[in-house]
Nanobody
Framework: QVQLVESGGGLVQAGGSLRLSCAAS????????IGWYRQAPGKQRELVAA???????NYADSVKGRFVISRGNAKNTVYLQMNSLKPEDTAVYYC?????????????WGQGTQVTVSS
């Protein structure tokens, strides 16, 4: 079963930057639409940034101007560049995408990566 594998989380001071990666575990799959979500303790999961299969992007108001979603050249990796991080950005970040190969189409969630921003 193909998976989405996230990486890049960690601990950073307020004002710092992190780049999260989300990659399909099998190179035969490409990522169509993709979304980055986050869930802080005691809060609902929320959409942070998304990219459609045509490349249209949208962002939550809380991260506009600070976060950028982008795709790698290999079409099976997506990134979330997070700048000017704030303590309220602390959460587990998940990617969710539609993965396509010549023979299959799946909607997959990644396992999540912790981002902690200290004040």
């Amino acid at each position: 079963q193909v998976q989405l594998v996230e990486s890049g989380g960690g601990l950073v001071q307020a004002g710092g930057s992190l780049r999260l990666s989300c990659a399909a575990s099998q190179s035969t799959f490409s990522i169509n639409r993709i979304g980055w979500y986050r869930q802080a303790p005691g809060k609902q999961r929320e959409l942070v940034a998304a990219s459609s299969s045509t490349g249209t992007t949208n962002y939550a108001d809380s991260v506009k101007g600070r976060f950028v979603i982008s795709r790698g050249n290999a079409k099976n990796t997506v990134y979330l560049q997070m700048n000017s991080l704030k303590p309220e950005d602390t959460a587990v970040y998940y990617c969710n995408g539609e993965l396509r190969s010549n023979y299959a189409l799946y909607d997959i969630w990644g396992q999540g990566t912790q981002v902690t921003v200290s004040s």
